[in-house]
């Protein structure tokens, strides 16, 4: 019996975030894509991986060096397979241009999720193709819209959201935070130590902010009364 021989193919994966790249997401779309081969007679002859680009971006080094292979390439591979079509693009006009560019040069896109020929220029197929971008592009954008809501429900609720650790949250802080406290007491005899004189006693200590940089009588009080600050922003 004859054995029928694969057509070869490209892969692309995409993930969006540096983070996303020791997770599953790559496992995920390299297995949909062995197995849609598999069950199509296609051979997947390099996998080219996107690490950490948006879907928005049209700065795709990993596309760049696809699209190099394709036209390139003395074995005349013209198939790129993808997971689904929004790992290729997430916004509609980066995605459109992405495929203008592959049907420039004649080469055909395969979705394991949407099928293919979604380079073709059939109506109904660019229709679905459009829907799924513009699908694609919403959720990027409801997901943005949630991700800054939650932010800023956490920042009206604890004062801050995100960026550099308040002084409690590191060891560090705490012992700092607990000296400045020690120097504000009131001794039992005399005056209690301005802000200006214990900044001036702890760089005489060498004890300097969380970012490495010498105490002023400002980022004491501060320190000390890490509310003050946001009560004053959000008055002003």
Known sequence: MKRTTKQKAFAYLRVST???VKGDGF?????AIRAYAE??????EDIFKEE???GTAENRPALARLMV???KNGHGIKVVIVEKLDRLARDLMVQEAIIRDFQKHDFNLIS???GPDLCGDDPTRK???QIMGSIAEYDKTMLVAKLTAARERVRIRDGKCGGRKGYWETEKGRAILNRIQGLRQKPKSGKRRTWQEIADVLNAEGVTKMNGEAWSLFSVQQ?????RKAIISRAI
């Open 127 to 129: 229709l679905v193709r």
């Open 112 to 114: 394991t999720m949407e």
């Open 39 to 44: 069950a199509h007679d296609l051979q997947i």
């Open 52 to 54: 950490g680009v948006s």
């Open 27 to 31: 496992p995920r779309q390299e297995q």
């Open 223 to 227: 320190t000390a009364n890490p509310k």
């Open 69 to 71: 292979s394709l036209e």
């Open 18 to 20: 540096e983070s996303q």
